[in-house]
């Protein structure tokens, strides 16, 4: 199993910004895409931005222009850039495999904005 530990979360007000990563165990990310997710309470987590192995990248219609994923493969650390955060963005976010690999699913880390 491979784990996958996601921090960078916190609390921030409406307009502000957040850097998250996810710290992998092992060097997937030079043959995995991978993604971020989100779940707020109440609804269904939803893909939000993925990686491929290319390089290549897509993001939601929700969070194009304001978030960006990248990748460290050295550091086996895929990031999510936030900016411009709305209230709608509060959510438990976690990064996967994409598509998901269900025993992959790690805590995920807490993002709540103010308004």
């Known amino acids: 199993q491979v784990q996958l530990v996601e921090s960078g979360g916190g609390l921030v007000q409406a307009g502000g910004s957040l850097r998250l990563s996810c710290a992998a165990s092992?060097?997937?990310?030079?043959?995995?895409?991978m993604g971020w997710y989100r779940q707020a309470p109440g609804k269904q987590r939803e893909l939000v931005a993925i990686?491929?192995?290319?390089?290549?990248?897509n993001y939601a219609d929700s969070v194009k222009g304001r978030f960006t994923i990248s990748r460290d493969n050295a550091k086996n650390t895929v990031y999510l850039q936030m900016n411009s955060l709305k209230p709608e963005d509060t959510a438990v976010y976690y990064c996967?495999?994409?598509?998901?690999?269900?025993?992959?699913w790690g805590q995920g880390t807490q993002v709540t904005v103010s308004s």
């Open positions: 996967n495999k994409a598509p998901p690999q269900y025993n992959w």
């Open positions: 990686i491929t192995s290319g390089g290549s990248t």
């Open positions: 092992g060097s997937i990310f030079q043959i995995n895409a």
